[in-house]
């Protein structure tokens, strides 16, 4: 039987110089460590059959590699931490973690890491059987945002609530019986996310587009606020980096990311609290200050508003 995991790891895996080793990482899935030649770093992966697969992995490299692999067509999305993004898929992307889509063709793929670099990523991979015959008979709608989207999470765009999944994936170690249930549940959620963001998108860009210099614009307030959302945000500031009036920037803002700027920050703000509440060391006050509000109640009442769960039910009822 042909399986994701034949078609695309193994190839790859094999290329770049993984062994199979027992299974040190997870209770389920199989696990790879690199020849100590080439550097360090281990690759794991959960695949079904010939729908889809997670994996997890982290690699450091001794020295330059280049290799080609060619690849049935196939959706993959990552959260890359890297030491050298723009090498990643070869996106020119300018953070050290990203979220990034890639949309793969019946194609050959080159892959090139320089001496040095280091990435971690947390990623799942859909081969067309997932998404043009299994979604189709399980869900009516129309797919066509899915591809769509995956193509446009390029690195520069931040979907807060696609990052945590992939993180709650990293972090969770469900065991053998129940892994497949796990997920999938996950796969699809991320799945889901990511069909919504595109319609979005694709309504974005059916409308009358912004000129290119005040994209650039709005992106340098998104900057800001990603790197700054822990903090008091004015108006004022944001409309100075934006070189734009108030109602400008704030109509923009909206059309262009689907939001407006203040349930930005708070969506922000809540997914940072829901990495910080996996770590039982932080109590819910120093999670609240931490991630930008004075007032506990204040924390509270936003966090539940996007999430459904107060902090402490999100706490208990999230592995």
């Known amino acids: 039987m042909n399986t994701i995991f034949k078609q695309l790891y193994f190839p790859y895996l094999s290329k770049l110089g993984y062994y199979p080793l027992e299974n040190v990482y997870s209770n389920c899935g199989l696990y790879f460590e690199l020849d100590s030649s080439i550097g360090t770093g281990y690759y794991w992966v959960y695949p079904v059959d ?24 196939f959706l993959c999305l990552g959260n890359y931490k890297t030491s050298n993004p723009q090498l990643i898929l ?13 949309v793969g063709d019946d194609d050959v793929y080159t892959f090139t890491l320089s ?20 979604l189709p008979s399980r869900y009516t709608g129309d797919f066509q945002s899915l591809t769509y989207g995956f193509s446009r999470l390029n690195g520069h765009e931040n979907v807060p609530e696609i990052a945590m999944i992939l993180k709650q994936i990293k972090a969770f170690q469900p065991s053998r019986d129940i892994a497949k249930m796990y997920y999938e549940s996950k796969v699809m959620e ?6 919504q ?4 998108q694709l309504l974005f860009s059916a409308s009358d587009s912004l000129p290119d210099s005040h994209l650039h614009q709005l992106n340098e307030v998104l900057t800001y606020l990603n790197e700054n959302y822990t ?13 734009m009036s108030h109602n400008k920037l704030t109509n923009s803002f909206k059309q262009t990311y689907g939001s407006t700027i203040t349930q930005y920050i708070q969506s922000l703000r809540v997914n ?13 006050g120093e999670i609240a200050n931490e991630v930008g509000y004075k007032l506990h109640g204040s924390f509270s009442e936003i966090f539940k508003r996007y999430t459904g769960l107060t902090p402490n039910e999100f706490r208990k009822n999230v592995p």
């Not at 001496?115 to 299994?134: C, D, M, Q, R, S």
């Not at 991320?190 to 069909?195: A, D, G, H, Q």
């Not at 963001?197 to 979005?200: D, F």
């Not at 008091?232 to 500031?237: A, F, R, V």
């Open 50 to 73: 010939n729908l889809y697969a997670v994996a997890v992995y982290a690699l450091n490299i001794k020295s330059d590699i280049s290799f080609q692999i060619e690849h049935p067509p």
């Open 90 to 102: 070869g996106s020119e992307i300018t953070s050290s973690e990203s979220l990034l889509g890639y």
């Open 115 to 134: 001496k040095g670099t280091w990435v971690h990523n947390v990623a799942i991979t859909l081969t067309p059987e997932f998404y043009k015959e299994l």
């Open 190 to 195: 991320i799945v889901s996310l990511i069909i």
């Open 197 to 200: 963001w595109g319609k979005n």
């Open 231 to 243: 903090n008091s945000i004015s108006l004022g500031t944001l409309t100075k980096i934006a070189c």
């Open 272 to 284: 940072k609290a829901k990495e910080m509440l996996l770590d039982s060391n932080w109590k819910i």
